[in-house]
């Protein structure tokens, strides 16, 4: 998204404004420290406390203001807002159904030929029982209240087209907000063993990979397929990311004990399977995510006992 040759001379690339939302979450926070590394970029951050995703009339305004403020440069909205508490969406459906589902529709829909949006989605959208990863055109087939919405927000940007990329991905992680990695760093200092799901199994995502992947992805030039999958490579249960994360941190992996999906019943269903094929992201010419383990070290290393 650079300004086009003119007269024979390259002209120097225009300055792009972004828009965040979700700006405070674990992914928000990596993607302001991405796009502070792009100097001359003009960066708008929102948490929930700036953008009431549930507030149709504040969105669409929110957006036509900050569009408006932008005119003349190019204009990427990154949507890292969601409702993600899985469990709690089991019994709170209606507002997860908006801010999952409806949101990203209004979000579209005032970016539709006025920018590109970059709408962040999940592995939940698909019914976790494959053996192979999910391709990006694979059927949906959500088996939570979460997926449903979030396969409602994938629905509401496919109707509007545009310039417009839904990326999927799967277990994160990052330094900033609570997620399993850091979880399993504050209870190896507590106890002596856990049990932890081993019939489960993803690609643990490190958010500074992810939030680099969807910056280089609104940042690029052409157009964006319309749905694409970015998780790092490679799979493993959530109990050998645990021991993974023992081993990081100098402790024996063993005192991680496997245990059955049966035997730690939550209320929302967990997909068995969470692999997200990504040739389709790599295939379009961007940077491929590097495995999962050296994410896991590198990321273990800038300071998860903080």
């Known amino acids: 998204m650079v300004g086009a040759a003119q007269g024979g001379r390259a002209q120097r690339p225009l300055v792009t404004a972004w828009l965040v939302t979700g700006a405070r979450g674990q992914l928000g926070h990596d993607l302001l420290e991405v796009l502070s590394g792009r100097p001359g970029d003009e960066v708008t951050a929102m948490g929930r406390a700036e953008l009431d995703l549930t507030d149709e009339a504040a969105v669409r305004a929110t957006v036509r203001d900050w569009l408006a403020r932008s005119a003349g440069q190019p204009a990427?909205?990154?949507n890292a807002a969601a409702y993600t508490a899985v469990d709690a969406a089991e019994?709170?459906?209606?507002?997860?159904?908006v801010v999952n589902g409806a949101a990203p529709g209004w979000l579209a829909q005032e970016m539709a030929?006025?920018?590109r949006l970059v709408h962040v989605s999940t592995d939940y959208v698909f019914d976790g029982e494959a053996t192979e990863p999910y391709p990006v055109d694979a059927p949906t087939a959500p088996r939570s209240a979460y997926g449903r919405t979030k396969a409602a927000g994938e629905q509401a940007v496919a109707a509007v087209g545009g310039d417009a990329s839904v990326v999927r991905t799967a277990w994160v992680y990052g330094r900033h907000g609570n997620n399993f990695v850091r979880t399993m760093t504050r209870l190896e200092g507590q106890r002596e063993t856990l049990s932890v799901v081993a019939d489960q199994v993803g690609s643990p995502t490190w958010t500074a990979d992810l939030a680099a992947g969807l910056v280089e992805l609104g940042g690029r030039d052409g157009a964006v397929p319309p749905v694409l999958h970015y998780t790092n490579s490679g799979r493993v249960s959530w109990h050998g990311l645990a021991q993974a994360v023992f081993e990081e941190l100098g402790a024996d992996p063993a005192r991680v004990r496997p245990i059955t999906t049966a035997e730690y019943p939550l209320p929302a269903p967990r997909p068995a399977f969470s692999v997200l094929?990504?040739?389709?992201?790599?295939?379009?010419g961007l940077t491929?995510?590097?495995p999962w383990r050296e994410a896991l070290s590198l990321a273990m290393h800038e300071g998860f006992r903080n």
């Open 113 to 115: 030929g006025a920018g």
């Open 91 to 97: 019994e709170d459906e209606a507002t997860a159904t």
């Open 288 to 290: 491929a995510p590097r």
């Open 76 to 78: 990427v909205l990154v």
């Open 277 to 284: 094929d990504g040739t389709a992201w790599t295939g379009a």
